[in-house]
């Protein structure tokens, strides 16, 4: 099957499932993935974040100190990381937030770390997306995009290299194994 450049198709929450099984904690272990990012006390955002495999993960990284603000553009997503999130008893540090396909459209909110994760090729926006994470995140932040590599190739990938640092951001590394075509932004 041959890559596309751009799909903005949006994974329907109807699909959700495939993202939650745990046979992905195999093959894209969040501890492996986001785990050297993330430390105890840090407030970070799960932007794209669906049912909420990473945020889940990422909550009891930071632990009881610590925020995660998970982003989605479907309202079904949120309502089932909110579900999980009680199961797994760390509402107390989640924050929910609906976003629009072209914005992000948050306010008044810093995080030290931004995860991305196969999300970026379904926005309308990732130049715009680019800026409005460059906005939210902390001077010594860090953003991980991940984009899968069958939707998008590495021309799409380089592009968006491109989006980031016209966004005023900084590759600061294009980390193996993280499941995908990855880069690390900071701050230029
Ligand atoms: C392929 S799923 C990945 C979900 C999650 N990051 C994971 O790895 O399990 C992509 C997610 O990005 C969300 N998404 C797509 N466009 C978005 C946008 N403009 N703003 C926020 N979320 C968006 C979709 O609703 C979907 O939940």
Redesign the pocket.
């Known amino acids: 099957m041959a890559t596309q450049n751009h799909s903005h198709d949006?994974?329907s929450?109807k699909h959700a499932f495939w993202?939650?099984i745990w046979l992905r904690r195999i093959f894209q272990s969040p501890k492996k993935i986001v785990g050297e990012y993330v430390k105890p006390g840090n407030r970070v955002a799960?932007?794209?974040?669906?049912?909420g495999?990473?945020s889940i993960d990422m909550a009891k990284m930071v632990g009881i100190t610590g925020q995660v603000v998970c982003?989605?553009?479907?309202m079904e997503?949120l309502e089932m990381v909110k579900k999980k999130a009680r199961k797994h008893n760390v509402m107390d540090r989640m924050i929910f937030h609906r976003?629009?396909?072209?914005r992000?459209n948050i306010k008044d909110t810093t995080v030290d770390f931004i995860l991305a994760?196969?999300?970026m090729h379904?926005?309308?926006s990732p130049e715009g997306?680019m800026r409005e994470m460059k906005e939210m995140l902390d001077p010594d932040g860090k953003i991980l995009v991940v984009e899968p590599r069958y939707h998008v190739n590495q021309k799409a990938y380089e592009e968006m290299l491109s989006q980031g640092n016209e966004a005023g951001l900084r590759v600061i590394d294009k980390p193996p194994k993280k499941g995908g075509r990855a880069v690390l932004f900071s701050h230029q």
């Open positions: 949006v994974c929450h993202f939650d799960d932007i794209g974040c669906g049912p495999y990473f982003i989605d553009l479907q997503m976003s629009e396909p072209g992000i994760f196969y999300m379904e926005t309308t997306f």
